[in-house]
């Protein structure tokens, strides 16, 4: 084990490619996480509604059926056409796609891009991760923001939901990772204690403020409380001082997506866009090239005229 982990440490190339196949498994599973996770969650709420109306009501429980286990594990993935269970090798990433050109190998019913998509998306943003700062808790940490920001914008493509079973942990792990790892890791990413105390506060209470004020002049809501969560979990990972360049990144690409999709796809203004994707990749961004936005924005207020 320690002459694999000296090897990884002295070949830049082998690691960049470990980490690039390491990215294509995980997202194969992150696959599962978008899909079954907000089923789960629905799942969830319907049980906890459907119990608060029986206890409200004051009914007599009635045992019923108990439903089949939904899971991240259970069951196994099947092909939503015909049902077939897939099996290992059919489960390779993104090469079992190609292989299988897209098709079911039991009905030929067409398998959706997005798998693949996601599967090399990670992969490649996991590569990346390990590029730019080489061997060390500091590319692990980065990979491990990468797999969550990949899942949570996916999600809130699919279902404009941001859940707090990826938002909070998040939150938590990044506040965590400022107090193990020692100061001047050589990376932005994991930051000191306080400013990662400081950028989960002010990341959270900068929006919410927003939300708020949004509601009162308007009385519309323009945002969901999981864009707090993740800003406040970005600036734990990332420090505070990378909140101003996420936040104008995101808003900034968000405004011509909008301008964009009210103009060739004809939506209309109320047409709700999601507001996390665009948060998770300013983020990553921040993470690669961050320090530098930040030297460049921080050092302008204190140059000499």
């Avoid at 015909?82 to 398998?111: D, E, T």
Wanted: glycine share 10%; charged share 10%.
């Amino acid at each position: 084990m320690s002459s694999v982990i000296e090897l990884l440490a002295t070949s830049p190339a082998l690691f960049v490619g470990t980490c690039l196949v390491l990215g294509l498994i995980v997202g194969s599973f992150l696959n599962v996480v978008i899909y079954r996770l907000p089923v789960m969650l629905e799942r969830q709420w319907r049980a906890q509604c459907a119990d608060l109306g029986g206890a409200e009501a004051g009914a007599t429980t009635v045992p019923a059926v108990a439903p089949q286990r939904f899971n991240l594990i259970v069951p196994r993935s099947a092909c939503p056409a015909c049902k077939a269970p897939i099996g290992a090798l059919q489960n390779i990433p993104v090469l079992s796609y190609l292989y299988l050109k897209g098709r079911c190998a039991n009905c030929g019913a067409a398998i959706s891009a997005r798998y693949p998509l996601v599967e090399g998306l990670t992969g490649i943003l996991c590569a990346i991760v390990a590029w730019k700062f080489g061997f060390g808790w500091t590319a692990l940490a980065g990979m491990v923001l990468t797999w969550f920001l990949v899942a949570l914008a996916c999600i809130d493509l699919d279902h404009q939901l941001l859940p707090d079973t990826l938002t909070l942990p998040l939150l938590w792990l990044g506040l965590c990772a400022s107090l193990w790892v020692p100061l001047g890791a050589g990376g932005p990413v994991p930051v000191d204690v306080r400013s990662s105390l400081i950028g989960a506060v002010a990341g959270y209470v900068s929006l919410w403020s927003v939300y708020h004020l949004f509601r009162l002049l308007t009385g519309k809501e323009g945002m969901g409380y999981g864009d707090f969560k993740l800003f406040a979990a970005l600036g734990a990972w990332l420090g505070w001082q990378m909140l101003v360049p996420i936040i104008l990144v995101a808003s900034c690409v968000g405004a011509v997506t909008g301008i964009a999709m009210l103009t060739i796809r004809r939506q209309h203004r109320s047409t709700p866009i999601a507001f996390g994707p665009f948060l998770a990749a300013a983020g990553w961004l921040m993470l690669l090239f961050g320090q530098k936005v930040v030297a460049g924005y921080l050092g302008a207020f204190t140059r000499i005229p």
